[in-house]
């Protein structure tokens, strides 16, 4: 198994550009998030989806979209990129357990800058 | 809302030291906490975990309590190698009835270890 991979791995985009982040997981997870990690705040959630076909919004939404039309990809899309979306971005997967505990996989992650 | 507090880096030691990291939480109900740690230029990966309180995860000589009583789960490895430095995130899950499942970081800590 592939686990969890994304790409690009690096990306620099001048304001205004849009691209696509790719995400894509092997493990017929049902849970799939996007998240983005900035200096000294840990990694905040951007959006979330809990199965083929339904996603829903995170702590920090804005500028980005996301779809879920298979289990196995969840991409993030920058509509119009701002040096604020300088970050770099993990997408995650998981799966439910019989508890109420969640083990989330974690991709390499993309670096992204925007000029 | 949740929130997770680590103790601020770096920390340096030297090898074969003993290490701590605190972490503390502030939750409604009963989350499942997380050490997940990231070496550089890679993701996320979980270390360890504990679902319940007074539950202890361990993995690769690194331990966690559940502490409810004291809200905390610090980090714990009795003697610490060059190879585990790297940047510790404390985390918390605690699914809401949307089948949100986002870890809730802390900001990270991050150990360097001196031969």
């Known amino acids: 198994n592939a686990g969890v991979t994304q790409t690009p791995k690096f990306q620099v985009l001048k304001t205004g550009q849009s691209m696509t982040l790719q995400c894509a997981q092997d493990m017929n997870h049902e849970y799939m998030s996007w998240y983005r990690q900035d200096p000294g705040m840990g990694l905040r959630l951007i959006h979330y989806s809990v199965g083929a076909g339904i996603t829903d919004q995170g702590e920090v939404p804005n500028g980005y979209n996301v779809s879920r039309s298979t289990t196995e990809d969840f991409p993030l899309r920058l509509l119009s990129a701002a040096p604020s979306q300088t970050s770099v971005y993990f997408c995650?997967?998981?799966?439910?357990?019989?508890?109420?505990?969640?083990?989330?996989?974690f991709g390499p992650g993309t670096r992204l800058t925007v000029t | 809302g949740d929130s997770v507090t680590q103790m601020e880096g770096p920390v340096t030691l030297s090898e074969e030291a003993f290490l701590t990291i605190n972490c503390t939480y502030t939750a409604t109900g009963y989350p499942s906490l997380f050490w997940y740690v990231q070496y550089p230029g890679e993701g996320l990966q979980l270390l360890l975990k504990a679902t319940k309180a007074d539950d202890k995860g361990s993995n690769k000589g690194f331990e966690a309590t559940y502490r409810k009583e004291t809200t905390s789960f610090h980090l714990e490895k009795g003697s610490v190698q060059v190879s585990d430095s790297a940047v510790y995130f404390c985390?918390?899950?605690?699914?809401?009835?949307?089948?949100?499942?986002?870890?809730?970081f802390g900001s990270g800590t991050r150990l360097q270890v001196q031969p």
């Open positions: 995650a997967s998981s799966y439910s357990l019989a508890g109420i505990s969640y083990e989330q996989y």
């Open positions: 985390a918390l899950l605690y699914p809401t009835d949307t089948g949100r499942r986002a870890l809730t």
